[in-house]
């Protein structure tokens, strides 16, 4: 459940670039902090390390065509579906340019 919530709440964040300790925040408030055993500093040192705190970072990975959106580098192959891959049925949300602006394009 807190996974979808936390889609919701990225979904509802503006393209931006976080400090850390907004993101921790941000994080906190949608009941992350121990989320899958990952606590609050892991969750945004992962953030910091994929995309520098900031929602709008692409990676264009020439190995297999696919890229990886947000603040978490989620990847299209995988996850979400920008158009070029279908994603996963069990993950009903877009990413590209132009929606990354949720904080995992998750």
Same mark, same amino acid.
């Given at each position: 459940? /807190? ?5 919701? +709440?990225? &979904? #509802?964040?503006?393209?931006?670039? !976080?400090? /850390? ?5 941000? +994080?906190? &408030? #949608?009941?992350?902090?121990?989320? !899958? ?9 992962? &953030? ?59």
């Amino acid at each position: 459940m /807190k996974i979808w919530v936390l889609l919701l +709440l990225v &979904a #509802a964040v503006s393209a931006k670039r !976080f400090t /850390k300790c907004e993101l921790a925040r941000t +994080l906190k &408030a #949608a009941g992350m902090d121990d989320f !899958f055993s990952v606590s609050l500093a892991h969750w945004v040192c992962m &953030a910091f390390a994929e995309s520098n705190y900031d929602t709008r970072a692409t990676h264009f990975i020439a190995e297999d065509g696919s890229t990886d959106y947000g603040i978490f580098q989620i990847n299209n192959r995988r996850w979400c579906s920008d158009g070029k891959f279908p994603g996963k049925k069990d993950c009903p949300f877009t990413c590209n340019r132009k929606s990354s602006v949720h904080i995992f394009s998750l």
